[in-house]
């Protein structure tokens, strides 16, 4: 397995676009920066690019990645592998390479101008989100034989989290005005990952109008340890589960 | 005005030392009210340094009381410390500290009561009910204390400057903190109150009720419970005062409610969860003031009419102006908004479009408050473009239409 991911990584350096995202994104977070004399607002800029640009590259590549290496993994499963060995060497192949593209897109910025406990908690979200959305991809990838289906699908899931999701949730609200649903409103965060990160960050930056009761409750609950333990187990639930439950269906899979 | 106001004071103050100067000093182990019955109006009595506890000092006749090096009077958290019930009095460097705790009675370590031309001054006020307490005064001055409590409960503690039913006051360059409220005025006319730094307290920096004709300058309030809240009086004046860092799910930077004909200029908000909140308010004048970092800069709700709002520089809040209705009484014009889009083609520093300071998402949070879970959201994002370019559920006119291009320089 250790072969595997070391020959995706490599392979994924080779053809570029991954260099390419980690150069697109420590443009956009150094320029941020150096526009803003106001650390502060630049992470809330760099907000926006972490809950939008890096889910959706994570996604899109590592699909695209995952056809374009069909003919490899078919090869490889000719090999004497497990397949299971076989699929999660290469999510975490792909894995790793988002990471490192996190890291130095994201991560150099932040420890340059802004190493606070803020800037800390977008770069841990901009590392989960990539994780899920790569998790994603791979259940896409797996689900459908078809390279354009799969990409449908994948830019549905990444619409769906993005947007659709958030206006389901403001639906909700309206519709069930007249009932208590600020814990409600903290189950709902737990289903989209995006969310999840979006409003951890926002808990450190702007506070003070997060400060009615819902905010007081998000605090309160995101605020303790219990429920930060809870919040990760929730994102390590999003890293996991797509990732396990596409690598199974992989194992059955008619190639 | 506040300087020719303290000097007339101050003339009252000295003017029976000049004429008589009989001085008598006390040293520790004497009696401070054995001195006070002794003395005639106008000694001065001179306290030496030491703890005096005596069960409540009363002075009843013009008297300067001054207290060399601090000394301490200690009301072993049982007895009102000094009672003025006579005109012209002086008091100046004591150290006042466990005043009496009551539920009933407001005990307060200084007292004065039903007089004029007292003068409180440079004293240290420490762990008090209530701090200075000024009932039916007039032309009293009370000025740089250090006014500090260790309260926890707004039940069990008291305010630091109390006026009831006072005229005339001039409240100076005190320092007052963990108090219940640190300035409170109930029925107080005429009064200038002026540099007090009110910070820390447990609920109100400052709190006014049916206080008309009142002017507050370069006070400091800030990291109060509650921040300020104001109510029911006219012709408030509140010029270069700052609120900041006025933190919490009911803090304000100023809350005004039913205020009129006032007038908010130069102040500085920073921080605060909601900066101004306008409950039932009209003809208030808004203007030249910095609202920078907080949550809500202006909450104006739909019971305030004929409020203008002008010339203010509004930065970095996360709202700007938010509304509970759809009508729209009061004015806004030649403000800078730093979320303002728009463009200047004939570059006279006014943006040619018209600017809509309350955001769509401030409406719906104001209506369902948990949707504020979607703060900041793309969907929310999208929402506020399109109703930026087609208003359609916010109030058509509530709007800046000569948004300043460029901060002011205020």
Not at chain 1, 64 to 90: C, K
Not at chain 2, 80 to 85: C, F, Q, R, S, Y
Not at chain 2, 356 to 382: D, G, Y
């Amino acid at each position: 397995m250790k072969k595997i991911i070391k020959y995706i990584i490599l392979d994924i350096l080779k053809n570029r676009i991954v260099i390419a995202y980690t150069l697109l994104l420590l443009v956009i977070s150094l320029s941020l920066f150096m526009l803003e004399d106001n650390p502060a607002k630049s992470i809330l800029g760099l907000m926006n690019i972490t809950l939008i640009i890096v889910p959706l590259i994570s996604i899109i590549f590592c699909t695209i990645y995952l056809y374009n290496s069909n003919e490899f993994i078919e090869l490889l499963v000719a090999q004497p592998i497990r397949r299971t060995r076989l699929l999660s060497g290469i999510y975490l192949g792909l894995v790793a390479s988002l990471l490192v593209a996190a890291l130095v897109g994201i991560g150099i910025p932040i420890l340059l101008y802004s190493p606070t406990g803020t800037g800390l908690t977008l770069l841990l979200t901009a590392c989960g989100l990539s994780i899920v959305f790569a998790s994603l991809a791979l259940l896409a990838a797996v689900l459908t034989r078809d390279k354009a289906k799969g990409i449908g699908l994948a830019l549905l899931l990444w619409f769906y989290f993005s947007f659709i999701y958030d206006g389901l949730v403001l639906m909700i609200l309206f519709q069930f005005a007249d009932y208590p649903m600020d814990n409600t409103m903290i189950g709902l965060s737990m289903l989209n990952p995006i969310d999840l990160g979006r409003i951890l960050l926002l808990l450190q930056l702007d506070i003070s109008a997060m400060m009615g009761f819902t905010g007081a409750l998000f605090q309160d609950f995101f605020g303790s340890r219990a429920g930060i333990i809870f919040a990760s187990f929730v994102m390590l639930a999003w890293m996991i589960l797509p990732a396990s439950y596409a690598i199974r269906k992989f194992r059955n899979k008619d190639l | 005005m506040k300087r020719r106001l303290t000097f007339i004071i101050f003339l009252l103050g000295i003017m029976p030392v000049i004429s008589m100067a009989a001085t008598i000093t006390v040293y520790p182990g004497q009696l401070i009210q054995a001195a006070i019955n002794k003395a005639a109006a106008g000694d001065l009595i001179r306290v030496m340094p030491g703890t005096y506890r005596e069960k409540g000092i009363t002075i009843d006749k013009p008297l300067i009381l001054l207290g060399i090096n601090y000394p301490v009077l200690d009301g072993e958290k049982k007895y009102e410390i000094l009672t003025v019930k006579a005109d012209n009095v002086i008091i100046e460097g004591f150290t006042l500290m466990n005043s009496g705790y009551s539920s009933m009675n407001d005990l307060a370590a200084v007292r004065v009561l039903n007089v004029s031309n007292v003068s409180i001054r440079k004293n240290k006020l420490v762990n008090n009910f209530f701090g200075i307490y000024c009932q039916h005064a007039s032309y009293t001055l009370v000025s740089e204390n250090e006014i500090s409590s260790n309260g926890i409960s707004e039940l069990e503690s008291g305010n630091g400057i109390h006026g009831w039913k006072s005229d005339h006051l001039i409240i100076a360059d005190n320092n007052i903190s963990g108090h219940r409220d640190g300035i409170y005025f109930e029925f107080v006319t005429e009064t200038n109150i002026s540099g007090n730094k009110s910070q820390n307290n447990i609920r109100y920096g400052l709190h006014f009720m049916f206080s008309h004709n009142n002017i507050y300058v370069h006070n400091i309030f800030g990291n109060n419970g509650a921040g300020v809240a104001v109510m029911y009086s006219r012709h408030v004046t509140m010029l270069q005062n700052e609120f900041r860092d006025n933190w919490g799910p009911a803090a304000y930077g100023i809350l005004m409610k039913d205020i009129s004909d006032s007038h908010a200029e130069g102040n500085l908000f920073s921080r605060n969860t909601a900066a101004v909140y306008m409950e039932g308010s009209s003809r208030i004048r808004i203007r030249k003031n910095i609202f920078t970092g907080n949550g809500y800069a202006i909450q104006l709700q739909a019971s305030c009419d004929n409020n203008n709002i002008d010339l203010n520089n509004f930065t970095a809040n996360s709202f700007d102006i938010a509304t509970n209705g759809s009508l729209v009484l009061n004015s806004f014009s030649g403000n800078y908004w730093d979320k303002y889009e728009g463009y200047d083609l004939n570059r006279n520093g006014t943006g040619d479009v018209p600017y809509r300071p309350l955001s769509i998402f401030a409406m719906i949070v104001e209506r369902n408050s948990s949707a504020m879970m979607l703060f900041r959201s793309p969907i929310v994002s999208i929402i506020e473009k399109a109703e930026k370019i087609i208003p359609g559920i916010t109030p058509e006119n509530l709007r800046d239409d000569s948004p300043s291009m460029k901060p002011l320089p205020l």
